[in-house]
């Protein structure tokens, strides 16, 4: 599959999703941490529409406190973009997945090496967030020819005109960043989140999911008045850090998955 052959698996999960009526949940889960796979398992039992799974690095420059400090107890472990990708290709999770990481991996991994890696793991998309749009085409390249979709992200500070581009070249969704900083859980929804959300809107039919900033059911229902779903990384990761429990995560994502689908 290419870029312009319609939708991958991921977004056609979201449309699904979208043309049912309801909001796609998308938690994020960092590869390599403790029991993850089983983690992954429970949190598509608990209803997710797909999953992002993180690659860890040692300078997660996008990640707060929660995700740095499981990207170094999972890099500590050994884990390597190769062994979490052989873990996926073992684990039949049953909803698209996402690969999340930072270019300085995939640059060295290869462009086309990795892309065609990631999808014979059964990886159906990638986040790529310190490769700004204009610096992408050669990862775009590669990753479309492998049948990879590549989110994009639209952050709070981009102008009309650019946010423009960066829907047309997303595939999978669109990532509205939902506020400036790092990742991590805040106490209330920053009013961004809406304000991206909206102008991803009207730019773009593609599923519009905003993540950064996502802590708790009743954000992500705020945020979905208006975007198409949620990312939930930090305050999933908590979870996996603090517990290492298949089924805390599940609750966790249940929770999410009630209060959307409650509306």
């Known amino acids: 599959m290419t870029a312009s052959d319609g939708p991958g698996a991921f977004e056609s999960a979201l ?18 941490l403790g029991d993850w796979t089983h983690m992954v398992g429970a949190a598509v039992h608990a209803g997710a529409d ?14 707060g406190p929660v995700i740095q400090e499981a990207n170094d107890r999972s890099l500590s472990a050994g884990t390597t973009p190769t ?34 890696s990631a999808a014979a793991a059964g990886v159906s998309a990638a986040i790529l967030p310190d490769i700004p749009l204009e610096e992408s085409g050669d990862w775009c390249t590669a990753a479309d020819a492998a049948g990879i979709e590549t989110v994009m992200l639209a952050a ?29 859980e805040r106490d209330s929804l920053a009013a961004s989140a809406l304000e991206i959300a909206r102008r991803c809107k009207d730019l773009t039919d593609r599923p519009v999911l905003v993540g950064i900033g996502i802590s708790t059911p009743a954000q992500a229902v ?6 198409d779903g949620v990312v939930v990384g ?16 599940a609750e966790l994502v249940g929770q999410f998955r009630a209060a959307l689908d409650a509306g």
Request: hydrophobic share 45%; aromatic share 8%.
């Open 50 to 63: 797909a999953v992002e799974v993180g690659i860890p690095f040692s300078d997660p420059v996008m990640d």
């Open 15 to 32: 449309l699904a999703r979208r043309a049912a009526g309801g909001k796609s949940l998308v938690p994020y889960l960092t590869g390599g």
């Open 222 to 227: 705020e945020v979905c008045e208006v975007a």
């Open 156 to 184: 709070p500070t981009g102008s009309d005109e650019r946010i423009g581009r960066i829907v047309d070249r997303a595939r999978g969704f669109v990532y509205a960043v939902g506020l400036l900083g790092v990742t991590g």
């Open 234 to 249: 930090s305050a999933v990761v908590r979870r996996m850090v603090e517990t290492g429990s298949p089924d805390a995560v």
């Open 83 to 116: 062994t979490v990708l052989d873990d996926l290709s073992r684990t039949d999770v049953g909803v698209p997945v996402a690969v999340m990481t930072y270019a300085n991996l995939v640059y060295r991994f290869g462009w086309d090496r990795f892309a065609s």
